[in-house]
């Protein structure tokens, strides 16, 4: 209902007919919790809009009208402003856990839906009234700025009715009766699967570590619990273990492999968004101990569906002298996955809130928050200040995100990882302590058309003292923005297929020192960044110290295409499918993706884009590749088998790649990406009975960049030294 008074009010609004909740012993508190989801229909009740020009009570008239029609308003004329508005949700959350004392609602109007979020302020019993401040959707048809919110009913949840009246300038009123829904703003499922042998940690005694919160409540807390709690009614999907028999002794997986298993395990579902997510537990990623998990931000077409957690990792490692460290690791663990779990929901770091697409402006850093989404060992007093005072819980700012935030941003499946949650103004200091730069291993920043772009970061301390930074702080992009201004269009934020969650490495930068890291840009999550002919800008700035550190703009340029083949090829090149397995070093699922690398490497050899396209399909077949398969009949419905190494394959396309045109590849790929990518292949061909190849690529590779110099500048010494001993550690091993 719309109605224009004489004169605003801001009498109560009141529920006439509607029973009184019950109280104990007094008006307040009430008997039940009155936070949740009420919903709406249109034959619930219909919206009247009028104008009283001669009511002595703007407020008594529209209580009549709500209440008992429109007899006695003669002299009212209907105005209809909003007509048969569709389903309607309110979400209020007032009390119950972490209550955050406000509203939000959803107004369907056809196809379109338009969000809202008000601050409430009690206003007396089962009444709350504040501002709207946050619309989304086609606003126009939400004109209010004020909601007052009345609650009543019998003692039964069953029996709850919500009743809002919304306010705009002008004296416009619309009310709107809503009938209770759940306790729960959403629902989501979760399944738990872990390799085997592992197992999947989902709950936890809080009171089994002695380092905890003194208020702290004793209790079994499992993952389920701890999103009920945010406002989820979570439930979970039966769940198992995923058979590795078939994989050998190697329990470790790398990007690739994770990638595909989550490809073929998630196409058993629709494709779509949806309010599911898969957690998987196994043993070690190959990178090693210092990566706890890992969030997957692109699982077909959709974003943030899976995550998984490595239980063998850094989080499995008690600190010295603990007092109970296997209850710091089941601790630890536990943290983890919902960590991870958060990241699916689309929820950033705790000091990052400030990075990306702000959903609200201004949105704060909380780099001390003692939240899921912090790490233990960044806060003030590391791990040990962390667990203290750590309530099993996400922070306040978080919990409104979850619960209020209009669904897409958090829906898995929808928007796309970092959308919507923060880029705010570059703090940067008077006198930076550290320099920044983005640069390229070639002559002239000129890429040819179809080829990847990989850019070299470089963090240099520029100070007369030591700094401390993290050693992953280039590789991860936790603390990294990434910007691509494209030759037509807004900017993009770079965000890569992968977020990792690393163990803390704090290393000493000494004056002068630097710090590198390869960055692939071309293409993320947000599709490809870098790909049109023309010239592109391209910058960053990195978080430290509560500070910005902002680098000079790198300008690049795409050439146009040099041949009619290159034109026709490009629709295929730059696919989804293509980028991940650019991204994650190959696949041996995506079948359209090798088929189009196999047509680059078979029809423009001669190009850059070969040597990436050569890479990616030699990586997979140099060792052997663990590959999830559906299978009906087994108890998981999935089984984890190995496809053997093809190792003359793979000898072949490295030698096309790494050998034939190693001077090319050092350029496209970077010095350190050509120097990773060849100790990988190495290392995989090693294991492959074939350590004389290994060898033969590392003696390249070291000879390759020995005689490189680019803008004055020559490889590290350290670097060079360490692919001498690899390249003399397989030749031994071939001797041998």
Request: hydrophobic share 40%.
């Amino acid at each position: 209902m719309i109605v224009k008074p004489d004169a605003p009010s801001t009498a109560d609004v009141s529920v006439e007919g509607m029973p009184e909740i019950q109280f104990q012993g007094g008006p307040e508190p009430l008997k039940q919790q009155v936070s949740g989801l009420y919903e709406a229909r249109p034959h619930d009740s219909e919206d009247v809009s009028i104008d009283i020009r001669d009511a002595a009570d703007g407020v008594a008239a529209l209580d009549g009208a709500v209440d008992g029609g429109l007899d006695g308003m003669a002299r009212a004329v209907p105005v209809t402003l909003v007509s048969q508005a569709g389903r309607e949700e309110l979400r209020l959350d007032v009390d119950g856990p972490h209550a955050q004392q406000v509203a939000s609602g959803v107004l369907g109007l056809g196809l379109d839906r338009v969000h809202w979020i008000a601050a409430l302020t009690p206003m007396g019993p089962r009444r709350w009234r504040g501002p709207v401040h946050y619309k989304d959707g086609p606003t126009a048809a939400f004109p209010y700025t004020t909601v007052t919110i009345h609650v009543g009913g019998h003692g039964d949840a069953g029996d709850m009715r919500a009743m809002a009246r919304f306010e705009a300038p002008g004296g416009l009123r619309r009310t709107r009766r809503y009938r209770y829904s759940s306790r729960y703003f959403h629902t989501v499922d979760f399944e738990f699967d872990a390799a085997t042998g592992e197992s999947a940690t989902t709950s936890i005694n809080t009171c089994a570590h002695p380092n905890r919160p003194g208020a702290l409540p004793c209790e079994q807390l499992s993952i389920r619990t701890v999103f009920q709690r945010a406002g989820f009614d979570a439930t979970e999907s039966p769940g198992g273990t995923v058979p590795i028999a078939g994989a050998g002794a190697d329990a470790r997986w790398s990007d690739a492999e994770m990638h595909d298993a989550m490809q073929v395990f998630w196409s058993r579902f629709s494709s779509s968004a949806q309010w599911a997510m898969w957690v998987f537990f196994a043993s070690l990623h190959e990178r090693g101990t210092g990566l706890g998990g890992i969030m997957f931000d692109d699982i077909g077409p959709n974003h943030r569906q899976g995550t998984a957690i490595f239980n063998d990792s850094f989080i499995a490692e008690a600190p010295a002298g603990d007092a109970n460290p296997q209850a710091w690791v089941r601790r630890m663990i536990f943290w983890t996955a919902c960590h991870e779990m958060g990241h699916a929901f689309n929820l950033a770091h705790s000091w990052q809130k400030s990075l990306g697409t702000p959903w609200v402006p201004g949105l704060p850093d909380e780099p001390e928050a003692r939240s899921f989404m912090n790490y233990p060992f960044r806060v003030a007093g590391g791990q040990a200040a962390f667990f203290a005072d750590f309530g099993f819980r996400f922070s306040d700012q978080e919990l409104l995100f979850l619960r209020h935030s209009p669904e897409r941003f958090v829906r898995m499946g929808d928007a796309a990882w970092f959308d919507h949650h923060g880029f705010g103004e570059a703090r940067v200091p008077v006198q930076p302590a550290l320099r920044l730069q983005l640069r390229v291993n070639r002559e002239r920043p000129v890429y040819e058309f179809l080829e990847p772009v990989v850019l070299e970061a470089k963090l240099t301390n520029t100070s007369g003292s030591p700094q401390l930074v993290d050693a992953h702080v280039l590789d991860s992009l936790d603390d990294m923005t990434l910007v691509v201004l494209p030759p037509r269009g807004p900017a993009r934020r770079h965000v890569p297929f992968a977020r990792y969650c690393h163990a803390p490495e704090t290393m000493v930068l000494g004056p002068g020192e630097s710090l590198y890291s390869s960055l692939l840009v071309s293409a993320g999550v947000e599709g490809q960044a870098i790909a049109e002919p023309g010239t592109y800008r391209v910058q960053a700035a990195l978080r430290h110290g509560g500070e910005d550190v902002v680098c000079e703009p790198l300008t690049l340029r795409v050439a146009a295409p040099a041949s009619r083949e290159e034109e026709a090829l490009a629709p295929d090149v730059f696919t989804e499918d293509v980028a991940r397995a650019l991204a994650f070093g190959g696949t041996a699922v995506l079948e359209e993706a090798n088929d189009t690398l196999s047509t680059v490497v078979d029809r423009l050899g001669d190009r850059r884009v070969a040597v990436h396209a050569a890479l990616a399909l030699a990586l997979p077949a140099a060792a052997d590749y663990k590959v999830a398969t559906a299978r009906p009949e087994s108890p998981a419905g999935l089984s984890v088998d190995v496809r053997r190494a093809r190792p003359e394959e793979a000898r072949r396309l490295l030698e096309q790649a790494l050998v034939d045109r190693a001077d090319e590849a050092a350029a496209t790929l970077g010095h350190i990406r050509f120097a990773q990518e060849t100790e990988t292949a190495s290392e995989r061909l090693s294991t492959s009975d074939d350590p004389e190849v290994a060898g033969r690529l590392m003696g390249v590779a070291h000879d390759t960049l020995v005689r490189r110099v680019v803008d004055r500048r020559r490889v590290l010494p350290s670097v060079l030294e360490e692919l001498a001993r690899k390249r003399d550690r397989y030749t031994r091993a071939a001797v041998g």
